[in-house]
């Protein structure tokens, strides 16, 4: 297996200091070539397009107990059209108090209002790519996204180091904690509801992922106020390399949009709900019956925008292939077997690379039919 570099190619310069410096021309290594910036707001743009929102869905009705209700029909089969159709949804009544939800992510807006040196004491390498970090990928002369961010291990408890999370602002560690936890809990349910819906037994995903081996870490974005927001993005489109992703965007600022079919829709979230999306390894073990789907970031000239992104994900020495019941003469399996570690080094060496990586992964038996 290749390792990764120590140290970044280039000195790392902090997306927000530029951003406050009050430059209102974007350096050239921000500017995205033609094809790739966001859409102009198009007055005519269709009003479908325009309307377009990914599936809200109520958990309120889910669960018995901590049991999921098998009886809960019409919720599973929300789940299930959304995780075939979209890749995307958004949830409502997860359990999650709008208390804890609201606080982590002012905890980490705090932090990235610290000054400087503060922040710079965890800056990050592309070894692990743990702490304060402005760029993914390791390509010299690359163009960058518009975001710094902060990613952390939650899980396993062999990585996961306390340590290195942020120890301001006060009750920053608490809180992280706290919240984890809860979307631990919140991905668990979930995935025994994507194992019924894939007609497995309940624990049927969670065992592929590991069991109780499976990994969690997360990723604060940081989009700072951008003088030229048409020439670049927050983040480029990427699908998520994990098993699922709990976002929890900024409740005042839009910017994410998913791709559907040739068009970009910008989710307009609902008060209190966390966005769940499908990624690469689910992809993968469903057979492709669920996919996880590309998404980007829009960043804008009046607002700053802060979004946690938590990622559930395999133990990442397992290789990972279709689950045997979703391969049949049909459907014959549409990926080789690879390992999480290995997956993920693809992102973490070229940075975010549209679904190029889980297309890659097409076994080439599937390519003669
Ligand atoms: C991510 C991501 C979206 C957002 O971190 O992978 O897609 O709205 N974030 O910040
Ligand atoms: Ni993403």
Known sequence: MSCLQQEWPEPIVRVQSLSESGVSVIPDRYVKPPSERPNPIISDQPLEVEEANIPLIDLQDLLIGEDIDHGSTIILNQISEACRDWGFFQVVNHGVTLELMHRALE?????????IE???????????????????????????????YFFLHYLPNSIKDCNKWPALPNHMRETI???????????GILMKVFSINLGLGEDHLQKSFGGDDFGACMRVNFYPKCPQPDLTLGLSPHSDPGGMTILLPDDHVAGLQVRRGDSWI??????????????DQIQVLSNANYR???????????????????FYNPKSDLPLEPVKELVTPECPALYTAMTFNEYRLYIRMKGPRGKSQVESLKSPRRIVT
């Open 177 to 187: 904690e706290e919240y984890c936890g809860q979307l631990v809990k919140l991905c």
């Open 118 to 148: 503060d922040k710079q004491v965890y800056a990050n390498s592309p070894k692990t790519y743990e702490g304060y970090g402005s760029r993914l990928g390791v390509e010299k002369g690359a163009i960058l996204d518009w975001s710094d």
């Open 292 to 310: 996880s789907v590309e998404h980007r970031v829009m960043v804008n000239s009046a607002k700053e925008r802060v979004s946690l992104a938590f």
């Open 266 to 279: 910008t989710v307009k979230v609902a008060p209190g709900a966390f966005i769940v999306n499908i990624g």
């Open 107 to 115: 905890v980490w807006r705090h932090f990235f209002h610290l000054p």
